[in-house]
């Protein structure tokens, strides 16, 4: 139990001594202060019930203080009164010490699993075959490698997917300009740059040209016809990137548990447009088919309705086009029949782009119809990237940047920090840490910011050592850790040794005990930032601690006990770093 549930707990107990009745037990609350001067809980128990009792919140907050104290509540914490009558617990630092040596013996750190776990499909990153992975994929990477991490940490059991885009019209066109002349040494070389140069060449040579566009779609056809010769040139389009993009991943540290790409659902495609239209979903569109509306919710809580001037239209799902392919998301209704029936899944998160929100509305309505309602179907979407402009992040030629040289800038940048303050000593040594911190600034500035707002990506501030950075909070880690190499001798530590008696100390344990809820509170609304927020303020409150009570120079039981806090405090940042997919160095 934590110790608001404990706090809950007795406030409860002194209602019923006192014989109130409850309507509605539930809403009776212990929650975390809003303002740590007041106290480190609260409870509306008093403010909630003193109406119907006919009483005066604060006379009726005193009378239940009063009965919790006869249950020796006081032992635990200091009781008063604020407001118009909110409760507030102050733990005695006895209690809160009490609660650090169960964390620091607990394997765990204290964090408590689900109740009931669930199996659950992260589909994230997803880039497309033949175009290299841009900036814009790293949200989903990296959000989607978080939040896999923290489901599985908190029991659930969770089934990474890569829905690789292998299969759409971007093969048409690099097909047809592999055709008129690719560049074997280059694909030898760097497959990845090759393979965006033949995909430029036909997306160029498109542009104003009609014929070209209508031959990129005839090598598209024809592939997904099964042509051996395109399906050759597929094959090898999709080993090359695959080679190119598992660099990247090992680079970020995300790995997949299933690399199912939308070229693995073809043949569950034409059976499924067929169920469509028995089932009457769909129905002819243009020459296309299209999934409509059930006609069972208001136009404008139904996605397959669009307004225009004023009118409610039909706005379909098109799963078939008029030249006989399939599209996007035909496959992705495919996808989420296979993830029922095969994988049981009972929760399905996409992590994708804010603007596919449409897409997403309609396809979760339409796998309901299909009889999925029972699985939880989740859009976590995110915002844009922007340059310090203000504007989506370009490069100078005016592209998308490439995940790739965006991460090697950042080891750029990162190793000037390093090789102006790191006490490293060997250029090798300070490379490598170079390399961590260019890619992990990266990640964190990413999991720091709310996934919906666009932020500014702005290296020289994401690897600074100073500011709510990555580097801050490894260098905390690394200055939690280095205490131990000054020890002169070996030391064994014990947990019963722990005694709190500043107001640092205090504090850095108040912080370290809100771990576990706070990786709960990231599955909430999907919001790795929760989590990066918390660990950055844990850093603060342990270089606070670390100014104010000296550590080494302390003697006997209460350097013991400080020795303790440093031993948690690292265990639990690496603990949360690694939910970020943030390893940490143990040296700057
Ligand atoms: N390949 C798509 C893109 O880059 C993302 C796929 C997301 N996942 C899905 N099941 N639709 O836009």
């Known amino acids: 139990m934590t110790i608001s549930e ?19 037990p539930l809403r009776i609350q212990v929650t975390k202060a809003a303002d740590l001067r007041f106290g480190d809980f609260q409870s509306n128990a008093a403010m909630m019930l003193a109406k119907p009792a006919g009483k005066n919140p604060r006379d009726f907050a005193a009378e239940l203080m009063g009965e919790m104290e006869k249950a020796d509540v006081g032992e635990l914490c200091e009781m008063t009164i604020a407001g118009p009558g909110f409760l507030n617990f102050t733990l005695r630092p006895e209690a809160w010490a009490d609660l650090a040596r169960a964390q620091w013996s607990s394997p765990s750190l204290s964090v408590v699993p689900v109740d009931a776990p669930q199996t659950i499909v992260v589909d994230f990153s997803a880039p497309n075959v033949a175009k290299p992975m841009h900036v814009g994929h790293i949200r989903s990477t990296i959000i989607g490698e978080c939040l896999s991490r923290v489901a599985s940490k ?18 048409g066109m690099v097909t047809w300009a592999w055709k008129a002349g690719v560049d074997e040494t280059q694909l030898g070389k760097d497959p990845l740059q090759e393979l965006l140069r033949l995909y430029r060449t036909a997306s160029d040579a498109s542009k104003d040209n009609e014929e070209i566009r209508e031959e990129c779609r005839a090598e598209l056809v024809k592939l997904q016809q099964g042509d051996p010769e395109n399906l050759a040139i597929w ?44 089932e009457g979903h769909a129905r002819e569109s243009d020459g296309a088919i ?47 029949q296979f993830r029922a029936e095969e994988w049981k899944a009972e929760q399905i998160w996409y992590v994708v782009d804010f603007r596919q929100g449409g897409h997403f509305q309609q396809l979760f309505d339409i796998s309901s119809r299909l009889g999925y309602e029972q699985i939880k179907l989740v859009h976590v979407s995110f915002g844009t990237i922007l340059g310090k402009d203000g504007k989506p992040l370009k490069t100078r030629a005016g592209d998308l ?53 666009d932020y500014v ?34 030391v064994t530590l014990e947990a019963g040794n722990l005694k709190l008696t500043e107001k640092e100390e205090v504090h850095l344990v108040r912080m370290l005990s809100r771990y576990s809820d706070q990786i709960h509170q990231v599955l909430d609304d999907y919001r790795p930032n929760l989590l990066a927020t918390y660990l950055l303020e844990v850093a603060r409150a342990f270089h606070s601690f670390f100014e104010a009570c000296p550590v080494l120079k302390a003697e006997g039981l209460q350097r013991e006990s400080r020795l303790i806090l440093c031993d948690l405090t690292s265990k639990l940042l690496k603990d949360g770093l690694e939910l970020l997919a943030i390893p940490v160095p143990e040296r700057m």
């Open 6 to 24: 404990i706090l809950r707990e007795k406030v409860l107990r002194a209602l019923e001594s006192l014989e109130v009745a409850l309507p509605d």
């Open 401 to 453: 940047p490439q995940l790739e040289d965006v991460l090697d800038d950042a080891v750029k940048a990162a190793q000037e920090v390093v090789d102006a303050k790191s006490r490293l000593e060997s250029a090798e040594e300070k490379q490598a840490l170079a390399e961590l911190i260019g890619v992990n600034s990266v990640k964190f500035t990413e999991l720091s910011h709310h996934r919906m707002s």
């Open 154 to 171: 908190l029991g659930h059991r969770v089934i990474k997917d890569n829905h690789l885009g292998d299969w759409g019209t971007q093969f």
């Open 235 to 278: 094959t090898r389009c999709v080993e090359l990137s695959r080679k190119g993009l598992d660099k990247i991943y090992d680079r970020l540290d995300v790995s997949f548990d299933h690399w199912l790409g939308e070229s693995d659902y073809n043949e569950a495609l034409a059976p499924l447009v067929d169920r469509l239209i028995t």
């Open 290 to 336: 299209g999934i409509f509306s059930s006609e069972s919710a208001k136009p404008k809580s139904d996605p397959f309705k669009v307004n225009r001037d004023g009118e409610w239209e039909d706005f379909p799902m098109l799963v078939k086009k008029n030249d006989g392919g399939f599209n996007y998301a035909t496959t992705d209704i495919a996808t989420v």
């Open 457 to 490: 990506f702005d290296l020289e501030k994401m690897v600074a050592l100073e500011g709510d950075t990555a580097p801050y909070l490894l260098y905390s880690y690394v200055r939690a850790r280095s205490i131990f190499r000054k020890l002169d001798e070996e």
